[in-house]
């Protein structure tokens, strides 16, 4: 694809950073056939012509360290993209958890944000679940263990647990076109539909918007409007294929 501008980063850590996100978006092990051919488009144009998807094995954290170098800027930008991966369906799942921990561990960043944000797993406040009847979704059952609505903040005590995620978040530098696309195609375009999923004629499961279910939905949108603002005034690039 044409674009106006050359990537600041080398291929070798454009390859590790675009790996490093497939890991975290497959990291629960709940995908539909839809991410699949997303996923399998993306490698294939951004990242290396033959890598077959189907055998595609997550990037250990210590080889995504090596990949990236020694950047504290891009290493935590990095992350920052994986955080969004991680919560772009409104799912925040203990694996998707386990694997953002080492990966900051092998990365030597601060830790600090991605424990407000693994606060909102059930029984990680207090020991006691704040948000006991959390929206009922098809995502909310992987196939390799549960997961859990991404809770909203402790409204009742005052506290806002994801502030310091929303701003970090909202620090996020848009400097490669590769990433640029890769965040427009993994964010959805709007807030998906409202809907019942019935099986049978009956209601199995309710599916709320969302805007609704994802307290960090303004920093996803946000986040996928400055990369569309990259590639169509920085890379002079057509984004109707985006929107």
């Known amino acids: 694809m044409a674009t106006a ?6 291929s070798v850590q454009m390859t590790a950073w675009l790996r490093g996100l497939i890991s975290v978006a497959w990291a629960d092990g709940n995908f539909d056939e839809f991410e699949r ?3 399998s488009e993306l490698t294939r144009d951004e990242l290396a012509p033959g890598l077959n998807v189907e ?3 997550p990037i250990p954290a210590q080889e995504l360290a090596e990949g990236l170098g020694e950047g504290s800027s891009l290493r935590e930008n990095f992350l920052r993209t994986a955080v969004m991966v991680a919560v772009a369906d ?19 960043l601060d830790g600090s944000v991605l424990e407000s944000l693994r606060a909102t797993l059930p029984n990680q406040v207090g020991g006691e679940e704040d948000f ?14 549960p997961a859990s609505g991404l809770k909203p903040p402790a409204q009742a005590s005052g506290i806002d647990v994801l502030k310091p995620a929303r701003t970090w978040l909202d620090g996020l530098d848009i400097d490669d076109p590769r990433v640029a696309r890769f ?12 809907r ?7 209601k199995v499961v309710h599916i709320p918007p969302m805007c609704k279910l994802n307290p960090l939905y303004e920093q996803l949108v946000g986040l996928r409007f400055r990369s569309l603002c990259y590639l169509a005034d920085d890379c002079g690039e057509d984004v109707s294929q985006f929107c």
Do not use: R, W
């Open 90 to 108: 409104g799912i925040y799942s203990t694996p998707e958890d386990e694997m953002l921990q080492s990966f900051c561990h092998a990365l030597e």
């Open 183 to 194: 965040l427009c195609k993994m964010i959805p375009a709007q807030c998906p539909f409202e």
């Open 37 to 39: 051919e997303l996923i």
């Open 55 to 57: 055998q595609f094995d």
């Open 132 to 145: 006991p009847n959390p929206p009922a979704t098809a995502s909310a059952l992987p196939a390799d263990g």
């Open 5 to 10: 501008v050359s990537s600041p980063y080398s």
């Open 196 to 202: 019942d999923v019935k099986l049978f004629g009956k």
